[in-house]
């Protein structure tokens, strides 16, 4: 099995500034990554897939990169509805597997 | 409007059986996988298997393999997660979340979930 390792645990951000969120895989997953968004009480939300693309009606302030073993989530300025638990998960080979989450508070 | 929603939440007494359900609407349900994730009190999220409604094509994850039973009924469009011997460690919120058309053999990326179904299982 795939393991994902996320960093850092916990992310602590002031509003309006960059995020930068960490993912990588124990072996390679080529691009079969994608990002998720889960607040309290809600299911997750896609936010990205195939490592680099926006799924739909997500803002352009989320982006995402990397190949290979190495991910990286950004969100450029931080909204106060952006505050959440961020989950990557490769689907390049089964079990499909996630990291552990990172979560984004308020500085 | 295209949406999977979930069976409600469960209390279940060690031991006994259950059988959730995520109805898909909206869309061409057999033509899309359909995932069940777990995530457990505060916990990650775990990745249970994945069935294909158009075909019943199930793969389940190694460490969930034995433990539960996934299917779907592709005529009402609902997919199914069942325990046959309910335990205290079962004790979770579970997702169903829909994955890729037939062409992605089920290696996708999830763009639409359940509101997932809490079970709690207590003696």
């Known amino acids: 099995e795939i393991v994902m390792t996320q960093s850092p645990a916990t992310l602590s951000v002031s509003p309006g500034e960059r995020a930068t969120l960490s993912c990588r895989a124990s072996q390679s997953v080529g691009s079969n990554l994608a990002w998720y968004q889960q607040k309290p009480g809600q299911a997750p939300r896609l936010l990205i897939h195939?490592?680099?693309t926006r799924a739909t009606g997500i803002p352009a302030r989320f982006s995402g990169s990397g190949s290979g073993t190495e991910f990286t989530l950004t969100i450029s300025s931080l909204q106060s509805e952006d505050f959440a638990v961020y989950y990557c998960?490769?689907?390049?080979?089964?079990?499909?597997?996630f990291g552990q989450g990172t979560k984004v508070v308020i500085k | 409007e295209v949406q999977l929603v979930q069976s409600g939440a469960e209390v279940k007494k060690p031991g006994e059986s259950l059988k959730i359900s995520c109805k898909g609407s909206?869309?061409?349900?057999?033509?899309?996988?359909i995932a069940w994730v777990r995530q457990m009190p505060g916990k990650g999220l775990e990745w249970m298997g994945i069935v294909y409604p158009g075909y019943s094509d199930i793969t389940y994850n190694p460490s969930f393999q034995g433990q539960v039973t996934i299917s779907a009924d592709r005529s009402i469009s609902t997919a199914y997660l069942r325990w046959g011997s309910l335990k205290a460690s079962d004790t979770a919120i579970y997702y169903c979340?829909?994955?890729?058309?037939?062409?992605?053999?089920?290696?996708?990326?999830?763009?639409?979930w359940g509101q997932g179904t809490l079970v709690t299982v207590s003696s």
């Open positions: 979340a829909r994955g890729g058309s037939s062409t992605s053999y089920g290696f996708s990326s999830y763009d639409l």
């Open positions: 998960q490769q689907y390049n080979n089964w079990p499909a597997t």
């Open positions: 909206g869309y061409s349900f057999s033509n899309y996988w």
């Open positions: 195939g490592a680099s």
